[in-house]
């Protein structure tokens, strides 16, 4: 008898795969990095093969490490990066290109362009996506593949090409083939998706030059999506669940009620709250988009994205050889207190949330001679905390302030990174007893999908805190800290210098 789901969490620098009991208990897990790569500056990239090969590791080696096949898993679900985008051959399945990952920036010009030619064009597609017109998203990657790779339009007009995200591409490979499918959230970050009707937009398919033919299905949150192949797992598991990364995280942290927020530090920070049926448009440039779908009904969300978190620690660390291991972090930074008076502003590929600015890039001010490793790696984690100020106070002027945070991701293990930001946000910050809530959500979708959960309430009762963190920092140094980071950011900006 099945005892299992399998939970899969495609992220942007490393893949997992958890085994969760059908009480919620996450039983085992496995995690694997995979390279990336930097072509030209702002340019970002995965080998489609080694985002596969990675999903296919962690789950082989999650079964035979526990002595199971396929026939032990009930259901599984797959959580991935975002926006990410992949077009491959339709008949021998090989991409055409290097996934374009979302922190790319390669299309900002052309977004840019379109934008001159058309003033309203940003407003409209607010108004039918949730989003903005930004290289963050699936639309303009997919114009530059199929108008850089050779013989790619061609191929496309000729139905000869398929489209996916990261977890679309999974599907396929899970299942041979078989599958051509997306899920509504996922959709709903392309650029192409109409967030009301819940449709792929006719005229947003012209504006962008992409033909309909290349598009997945989209389906439900938790749906029938097919089988694995036998050979993968040992045996036919239903893959009964997919989700974005964070809209997954969304459910892994059972924010089911409007007015509920998660904030994930992974390698960005994706602060979203549930806005219930109604889909919320931002004036403050953050996101409406599909929080999750589940038997054709549609929970929006508003979100904001930040795209360097651990992304920063990481680049410190592998980038500057500062650190050996993301958890020195937390020493150094307890050495040197907060009010070192060294900023970091991390635009490495550009700025996300409120700011929206593709072109800026980061740095590192306020260096004296007496500035050393401690004080930049403990700048580093503050930047993650004055970025979630930045969304907390964009939904603040949107009508909506989440003033109770519940975190997740792997930053979050950092106490004191913990502290700073509950003390930035005047706020409570709840730390998860699960970290990985992505994995957790899509495992808690399957779940529901095949039966083992009867509902979200029931899911809802399987949260646990594991660490209340409060505000302990008084009122004017917060100001007087976040006005530096403003200042900062100021600094680096190319536009929109007032966006909050």
Same mark, same amino acid.
């Given at each position: 008898?099945?005892?299992?789901?399998? !939970?899969?969490?495609?992220?942007?620098?490393?893949?997992?795969?958890?085994?969760?009991? %059908?009480?919620? $208990?996450?039983?085992?897990? /496995?995690?694997?990095?995979?390279?990336?790569?930097?072509?030209?500056?702002?340019?970002? $990239?995965?080998? %489609?093969?080694?985002?596969?090969?990675?999903?296919?590791?962690?789950?082989?080696?999650?079964?035979?490490?526990?002595?199971?096949?396929?026939?032990?898993?009930?259901?599984?679900?797959?959580?991935?990066?975002?926006?990410?985008?992949?077009?491959?051959?339709?008949?021998?399945?090989? %991409?055409?290109? &290097?996934?374009?990952?979302?922190?790319?920036?390669?299309?900002?010009?052309?977004? =840019?362009?379109?934008?001159?030619? @058309?003033? =309203?064009?940003?407003?409209?597609?607010?108004?039918?996506?949730?989003?903005?017109?930004?290289?963050?998203?699936?639309?303009?990657?997919?114009?530059?593949?199929?108008?850089?790779?050779?013989?790619?339009?061609? =191929?496309?007009?000729?139905?000869?090409?398929?489209?996916?995200? /990261?977890?679309?591409?999974?599907?396929?490979?899970?299942?041979?083939?078989?599958?051509?499918?997306? @899920?509504?959230? &996922?959709?709903?970050?392309?650029?192409?998706? &109409?967030?009301?009707?819940? =449709?792929?937009?006719? $005229?947003?398919?012209?504006?962008?030059?992409?033909?309909?033919?290349?598009?997945?299905?989209?389906?439900?949150?938790?749906?029938?999506?097919?089988?694995?192949?036998?050979?993968?797992?040992?045996?036919?598991?239903?893959?009964?669940?997919?989700?974005?990364?964070?809209?997954? !995280?969304?459910?892994?942290?059972?924010?089911?009620?409007?007015?509920?927020?998660?904030?994930?530090?992974?390698?960005?920070?994706?602060?979203?709250?549930?806005?219930?049926?109604?889909?919320?448009?931002?004036?403050?440039?953050?996101?409406?988009?599909?929080?999750? *779908?589940?038997?054709?009904? +549609?929970?929006?969300?508003?979100? !904001?994205?930040?795209?360097?978190?651990?992304?920063?620690?990481?680049?410190?660390?592998?980038?500057?050889?500062?650190?050996?291991?993301?958890?020195?972090?937390?020493?150094?930074?307890?050495?040197? !207190?907060? @009010?070192?008076?060294?900023?970091?502003?991390?635009?490495?590929?550009?700025?996300?949330?409120?700011?929206?600015?593709?072109?800026? *890039?980061?740095?590192?001010?306020?260096?004296? *001679?007496?500035?050393?490793?401690?004080?930049? +790696?403990?700048?580093?984690?503050?930047? +993650?905390?004055?970025?979630?100020?930045?969304?907390?106070?964009?939904?603040?002027?949107?009508?909506?302030?989440?003033?109770?945070?519940?975190?997740?991701?792997?930053?979050?293990?950092?106490?004191?990174?913990?502290?700073?930001? #509950?003390?930035?946000?005047?706020?409570?910050?709840?730390?998860?007893?699960?970290? $990985?809530?992505?994995?957790?959500? /899509?495992?808690?979708?399957?779940?529901?999908?095949?039966?083992?959960?009867?509902?979200?309430?029931?899911?809802? #009762?399987?949260?646990?805190?594991?660490?209340?963190?409060? %505000?302990?920092?008084?009122?004017?140094?917060?100001? *007087?800290?976040?006005? &530096?980071?403003?200042?900062?950011?100021?600094?680096?900006?190319?536009?929109?210098?007032?966006?909050?």
């Amino acid at each position: 008898m099945s005892r299992y789901l399998l !939970g899969i969490d495609h992220g942007t620098t490393s893949s997992r795969a958890i085994l969760l009991s %059908p009480q919620g $208990e996450i039983v085992d897990m /496995v995690q694997q990095e995979f390279p990336q790569h930097y072509p030209h500056a702002g340019w970002v $990239e995965h080998q %489609p093969d080694d985002l596969w090969q990675s999903v296919r590791y962690c789950c082989t080696t999650l079964l035979s490490r526990n002595q199971l096949s396929g026939e032990d898993i009930i259901a599984l679900g797959i959580g991935n990066q975002r926006e990410t985008t992949l077009i491959w051959d339709k008949d021998t399945g090989e %991409p055409i290109y &290097n996934a374009i990952v979302w922190q790319d920036r390669r299309t900002a010009a052309y977004c =840019q362009k379109l934008a001159a030619e @058309d003033p =309203q064009l940003a407003a409209r597609l607010q108004s039918k996506t949730g989003l903005l017109l930004d290289p963050y998203f699936c639309a303009s990657k997919i114009y530059w593949i199929l108008n850089n790779v050779q013989g790619a339009k061609v =191929q496309a007009m000729q139905g000869k090409l398929l489209f996916g995200t /990261v977890e679309t591409y999974l599907l396929w490979k899970l299942t041979g083939g078989k599958y051509h499918c997306t @899920d509504a959230t &996922n959709a709903s970050r392309t650029l192409l998706f &109409n967030i009301h009707t819940q =449709q792929w937009d006719e $005229e947003l398919l012209v504006l962008f030059d992409i033909p309909p033919a290349m598009l997945p299905g989209v389906c439900d949150n938790a749906a029938e999506f097919g089988h694995t192949q036998h050979e993968l797992l040992g045996g036919p598991v239903p893959i009964l669940a997919m989700a974005g990364d964070q809209q997954a !995280g969304l459910i892994g942290q059972c924010c089911f009620e409007p007015g509920m927020a998660k904030s994930t530090y992974g390698t960005g920070c994706f602060l979203m709250l549930n806005t219930g049926k109604q889909a919320l448009l931002s004036q403050h440039r953050l996101l409406t988009t599909v929080g999750y *779908r589940l038997q054709g009904e +549609v929970t929006y969300a508003l979100e !904001g994205s930040i795209f360097m978190a651990g992304a920063t620690i990481q680049w410190l660390r592998d980038g500057l050889n500062l650190i050996q291991q993301a958890g020195e972090s937390e020493a150094l930074a307890k050495e040197v !207190g907060i @009010d070192h008076g060294v900023l970091l502003v991390p635009a490495f590929t550009g700025l996300g949330a409120p700011y929206w600015d593709p072109d800026a *890039r980061g740095a590192i001010l306020g260096l004296t *001679r007496d500035t050393g490793i401690r004080e930049i +790696v403990s700048a580093g984690l503050q930047a +993650v905390c004055y970025q979630s100020k930045d969304l907390q106070k964009s939904m603040q002027a949107d009508g909506v302030r989440p003033t109770d945070w519940r975190v997740d991701g792997g930053m979050v293990a950092n106490d004191w990174l913990m502290q700073f930001l #509950a003390d930035m946000l005047g706020a409570n910050v709840r730390r998860s007893s699960i970290a $990985e809530t992505t994995a957790l959500g /899509v495992a808690y979708l399957a779940g529901l999908q095949a039966g083992v959960f009867q509902s979200l309430e029931h899911i809802a #009762a399987l949260w646990q805190q594991d660490k209340l963190f409060t %505000p302990k920092m008084a009122k004017a140094q917060r100001d *007087r800290l976040y006005a &530096n980071w403003q200042q900062g950011v100021k600094r680096i900006q190319t536009r929109n210098p007032d966006a909050l």
